[in-house]
């Protein structure tokens, strides 16, 4: 079983940056793809990132290139979100993802671990 425990997550002015991390459990983080989602009061869930199992291929939704940046260390199986230019829209609860496959995914259906979420606010 892997458990994934994010962290990071507080309260910052729009423009602020914000770095979140994911410590995964098991020792088969380096075989899996993880992804990060985040979910808005009266939203559905929704994409935010994904990084395949080397860290070489990386995906993001379109509201957040080029202010997010995914990253992950094998090493101390750890998926990280380090977000810049904060605006108040991505105010949510961010919840980190794995999934027993080495290849990306923007579906929440396709991953098969989630954390418990983490809450970040931005205000204007």
């Known amino acids: 079983q892997v458990q994934l425990v994010e962290s990071g997550g507080g309260l910052v002015q729009a423009g602020g940056s914000l770095r979140l991390s994911c410590a995964a459990s098991g020792r088969t983080f380096s075989t899996r793809a993880m992804g990060w989602f985040r979910q808005a009061p009266g939203k559905e869930r929704e994409f935010v990132a994904t990084?395949?199992?080397?860290?070489?291929?990386?995906y993001y939704e379109d509201s957040v290139k080029g202010r997010f940046t995914i990253s992950r260390d094998n090493a101390k199986a750890t998926v990280y979100l380090q977000m810049n230019s904060l605006k108040p829209e991505d105010t949510a609860v961010y919840y980190c993802?794995?999934?027993?496959?080495?290849?990306?995914?923007?579906?929440?259906?396709?991953?098969?671990?989630w954390g418990q979420g983490t809450q970040v606010t931005v205000s204007s």
């Open positions: 990084i395949n199992w080397s860290g070489l291929t990386r």
């Open positions: 993802a794995g999934r027993d496959e080495l290849g990306i995914s923007s579906t929440p259906n396709s991953y098969d671990y």
